[in-house]
């Protein structure tokens, strides 16, 4: 499959409004999100922002999916960590390599730094990739609090 990954620009915020939908909406992530998010982080993706940036996969004649990466510094292994938040291929896309080709591309852009991902054990098909790709799973709890 002849594909290519390319920073996200504000002429792929709708397409990539509706992925969101379908990402959001779906077990493989545990809240629902909202319009206003999926706007501000798509935003935050194609704007100047310090903290995140989005990726397109493509082939030439569609979006094929997208993936997000915001920035942050672990203080736990001393160096940058770029949490790859949101990975999302369309339905027809799955299964055909592309989502390694999204990861290795991420995780190659960068050098000496952790690269840090969630995902629903249910996700099997998903936490699989992750593994194939050098991730390895942490036995952490992840609190939160929000305002």
């Known amino acids: ?29 545990l809240s629902n999100g909202s319009d ?5 982080d798509i935003e935050n993706c194609v704007n100047d922002s310090p ?9 030439t004649s569609e979006i094929q999916g997208y993936a997000m990466v915001a920035k942050s510094f672990s203080t ?4 940058p960590c770029f949490w790859i ?18 990861l290795d591309h991420i995780t190659n852009k960068y050098q000496n730094c952790i690269f840090r991902l ?12 992750y593994e194939k790709c050098g991730f390895e799973v942490l036995p952490y709890l992840e609190l939160k609090k929000e305002d």
């Not at 736990?76 to 160096?79: D, Q, Y």
């Not at 896309?93 to 989502?99: I, P």
């Open 118 to 129: 969630e995902a629903e054990p249910e996700n099997e098909r998903a936490v699989k990739l």
């Open 36 to 40: 206003e998010i999926f706007r501000a």
């Open 76 to 79: 736990e292994f001393g160096k």
């Open 85 to 102: 938040e949101d990975i999302y291929l369309k339905d027809e896309y799955r299964g055909k390599g592309l989502g390694k080709i999204l």
């Open 1 to 29: 499959m002849n594909s290519t990954i390319r920073m996200m620009t504000r002429d792929d915020a709708e397409a990539v409004y509706e992925m969101m939908k379908v990402f959001y909406a779906s077990p493989a992530v």
């Open 51 to 59: 903290y995140l940036e989005g990726y397109i996969i493509e082939n």
